[in-house]
T-cell receptor, first 113, second 112 residues
Framework: EAQVTQNPRYLITVTGKKLTVTCSQNMNHEYMSWYRQDPGLGLRQIYYSMNVEVTDKGDVPEGYKVSRKEKRNFPLILESPSPNQTSLYFC????????????FGSGTRLTVV | GESVGLHLPTLSVQEGDNSIINCAYSNSASDYFIWYKQESGKGPQFIIDIRSNMDKRQGQRVTVLLNKTVKHLSLQIAATQPGDSAVYFCAESQGGSEKLVFGKGMKLTVNP
């Protein structure tokens, strides 16, 4: 089944403790992206990647890092999480970018206390 | 999961009615538009898309209409069912861009 898989689905952590949310897609898509979703603010792009070793900032990149060492994987790294990063996170992939639509994962609900 | 629907405009319809969800987009250069459905606890799911060289596209029980003159997009759902209850987002993209820009969304509630 073609899908984007994120892990974990739920995570509670403490301020300052580094964490990684993994994302993997099995559709051989070139593009991958991370979004966060907050009530009243909608879906906002954090980082995106157009191919292996090619990443760039989205609209809200502060406090996040990403890497794209392999085509299928695009982990999101929070080096020092803070409470304002409590949110619902989605990874998504696309064959060739926005004009071809994105397929989304099921989401990771992160709480930073 | 329920927090996705907070602070959103809501449309309530009766089961069996037709639903129309509207979206105004901002960028006159956008040439690709897509509707997503997000159910509680899930990620956005593709419903239907349309390119700017069309003004109407139909799927199974869904129709998307595009009016480029007034930068307006609508999603029509025929014979709405309880399973259609969800938050619906429109998104736009400009040709060659990696980016999808999402609208704020609308919550559809279908009453049995």
């Amino acid at each position: 089944e073609a899908q984007v898989t994120q892990n974990p689905r739920y995570l509670i952590t403490v301020t300052g403790k580094k964490l990684t949310v993994t994302c993997s897609q099995n559709m051989n898509h070139e593009y991958m992206s991370w979004y966060r979703q907050d009530p009243g603010l909608g879906l906002r792009q954090i980082y995106y990647s157009m191919n292996v070793e090619v990443t760039d900032k989205g609209d809200v990149p502060e406090g996040y890092k990403v890497s794209r060492k392999e085509k299928r994987n695009f982990p999101l790294i929070l080096e020092s999480p803070s409470p304002n990063q409590t949110s619902l996170y989605f990874c998504a992939s696309s064959p060739r970018g926005g004009s071809y639509g994105y397929t989304f994962g099921s989401g990771t609900r992160l709480t930073v206390v | 999961g329920e927090s996705v629907g907070l602070h959103l405009p809501t449309l309530s319809v009766q089961e069996g009615d037709n639903s129309i969800i509207n979206c105004a987009y901002s960028n006159s250069a956008s040439d690709y538009f897509i509707w997503y459905k997000q159910e509680s606890g899930k990620g956005p799911q593709f419903i239907i898309d349309i390119r700017s060289n069309m003004d109407k596209r139909q799927g199974q029980r869904v129709t998307v209409l595009l009016n480029k003159t007034v930068k307006h997009l609508s999603l029509q759902i025929a014979a709405t069912q309880p399973g259609d209850s969800a938050v619906y987002f429109c998104a736009e993209s400009q040709g060659g861009s990696e980016k999808l820009v999402f609208g704020k969304g609308m919550k559809l509630t279908v009453n049995p």
